[in-house]
């Protein structure tokens, strides 16, 4: 079964500072990781899909990268903002035909003006 | 393009009474999910559909849960009776052929 682990739950930075959340996963047989970002109330937003066939892909300021071989994954955020302020969660999809995620339970990030 | 569509988007009930939620996927997207995201915690996946069909309903509460999604469109996930524990917030989302899923706004469910 999978399991998905996001360390620490809360992480509070200064605006500007770069950072790294970590995702690990305790089985490689994956078929793609997505990164979402989820503000207080409202849906899932996706942020960046990486294939199980990839090392990273990058959006702006973000960069996520994947190791399968070890079960990890990060998200790097650069120069952050205040507006970066939400839960971020790391979620696997499954091998095969059925492309079940399997979430972490995310990691609230805060970011002070 | 338009969104995943869910309503209602808040929804209060007393325990042993029954609800419904609605998903109108994005336009062209074969599978559609439901999931159960609980305060503090990650979505878990409760029902994955294929066009009508059902692909994994594994960790569906089938005693009290059920879904379906008529002509492979918009989809009804329903829960009768109600129980505190199944207060969370209920997101439908959707996905194509790349896999790459895309959320609703979600249902905010609170049982009394």
């Known amino acids: 079964k999978q399991e998905v682990t996001q360390i620490p739950a809360a992480l509070s930075v200064p605006e500007g500072e770069n950072l790294v959340l970590n995702c690990s996963f305790t089985d490689s047989a994956i078929y793609n990781l997505q990164w979402f970002r989820q503000d207080p109330g409202k849906g899932l937003t996706s942020l960046l899909l990486i294939q199980s066939s990839q090392r990273e892909q990058t959006s702006g300021r973000l960069n996520a990268s994947l190791d399968k071989s070890s079960g990890r994954s990060t998200l790097y955020i650069a120069a952050s903002q205040p507006g970066d302020s939400a839960t971020y969660l790391c979620a696997v999809g499954a091998a095969g035909a059925n492309s079940k995620l399997t979430f972490g339970k995310g990691i609230t990030l805060s970011v002070r003006p | 393009e338009a969104g995943v569509a869910q309503s209602p988007r808040y929804k209060i009930i007393e325990k042993r009474q029954s609800v419904a939620f609605w998903c109108n996927p994005i336009?062209?997207?074969?599978?559609l999910y439901w999931y159960q995201q609980i305060l503090g915690q990650g979505p878990k996946l409760l029902i994955q559909f294929q066009n009508n069909g059902v692909v994994d309903d594994s960790q569906l509460p089938k005693d009290r849960f059920s879904a379906e999604r008529l002509k492979g469109v918009d989809s009804t996930l329903k829960i009768q009776p109600a129980k505190l524990e199944d207060s969370a917030v209920y997101l439908c989302?959707?996905?194509?052929?790349?896999?790459?899923?895309?959320f609703g706004p979600g249902t905010r469910l609170t049982v009394t």
């Open positions: 336009s062209g997207h074969a599978t």
């Open positions: 989302a959707s996905s194509s052929q790349v896999f790459e899923q895309y």
